[in-house]
């Protein structure tokens, strides 16, 4: 199994959920061995910032990456669309200081990376293998990475709300490049009414609306068209979780279990993996031997634009 780009440059708009000012975000085919990295179009000359675990700062109510001063914003969905699709290189030049948050879900970014199709490249694909159980706690939450051959994600999520079935608290995913976009890359993002309203106040979430969010007041969604699934709340998280994990640089073997984690908790163990080398191993799979993690085959894939 190699390693993947996209076939040819592509470009969106969209909001930034803070600034409520449009963003531009440019997406470019990288060689081999680059990874996913971000630049600043605003900016002369801006150095590029490595997807990496090490650079984010702070996780208030995103992944935010800082480097040599410089910021790039809200990368989770944005990092879960492109583990989703396994592409390995890429360079994401972004308009603003943070990532646009369209429709508050990874699809908007699926869709547009299948427009642009995929090349394989002519290097093997690095996976990151868990081989050994990494746990991180704070307070009663907790996430850990244990080993297994595959990715899967479990996730529980525990809000005494009205509007929060304690059916639907609870979700489990095999990953796949179908897995994701089927059952995952929909789910937006969440948001109460009263947090909203104090972020405004602070001048943050100017962009924040029901067409980016599903909002909930003290007892019922607000959107009027309701959830994309029942369980949309923690089927976010686990998008979440994704691309956090994403900013370890590799695909990950590994079962990844987590209990009301969020951006701070999984960065936190993506930065304990990373601080042993007895926790993981880097690995690859010739053409002879199946990857335990299925992506659709490129052709599959490919949508000409
Ligand atoms: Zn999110």
């Not at 997406?27 to 179009?41: A, K, L, V, W």
Request: aromatic share 8%; with cysteine; proline share 5%.
């Amino acid at each position: 199994m190699n390693q993947r780009t996209i076939k040819k440059a592509i470009a969106i708009t969209g909001i930034g959920l803070h600034s409520g000012e449009p963003v531009d975000l440019e997406f470019h085919p990288q060689p081999i061995d680059t990874g996913i990295i971000f630049e600043r179009s605003d900016i002369e000359g801006s150095a590029p910032i490595p997807a990496s675990a090490f650079l984010v700062q702070d996780t208030m109510m995103s992944s935010n990456l800082v480097f040599g001063g410089t910021r790039v914003g809200t990368v989770e969905h944005l990092l879960s669309a492109i583990a989703g699709l396994g592409i390995d290189n890429l360079l994401i030049r972004v308009s603003a200081s943070e990532i646009p948050i369209m429709d508050g879900s990874a699809s908007p970014f699926i869709g547009l990376l299948l427009q642009s199709g995929f090349c394989e490249q002519d290097a093997p694909k690095k996976f990151l293998r868990i081989v050994r159980p990494v746990r991180v706690n704070v307070d009663d939450k907790w996430a850990e990475l244990r080993p297994y051959d595959g990715f899967e994600l479990n996730f529980e999520i525990d809000f005494e709300h009205p509007a929060f079935n304690k059916d639907y608290q609870h979700a489990q995913l095999q990953f796949s490049t179908q897995n994701f976009i089927e059952q995952l890359s929909e789910a937006r993002t969440f948001g109460f009414l009263q947090d909203i309203e104090t972020l405004r106040k602070n001048n943050l979430a100017l962009g924040g609306s029901m067409d980016n969010a599903i909002v909930i007041d003290d007892t019922r969604v607000l959107n009027t068209e309701g959830l994309r699934f029942a369980d949309e709340f923690v089927r976010h998280k686990i998008l979440d979780a994704i691309g956090d994990l994403y900013l370890i640089g590799y695909p990950i073997l590994g079962r990844f279990n987590a209990y009301k984690s969020g951006h701070a908790l999984n960065n936190l163990l993506v930065r304990e993996i990373l601080s042993d080398e007895n926790n993981f191993e880097i690995v690859t799979f010739d053409d002879n031997v199946t990857s335990p993690i299925e992506y659709l085959p490129l052709k599959g894939l490919t949508v000409e634009g």
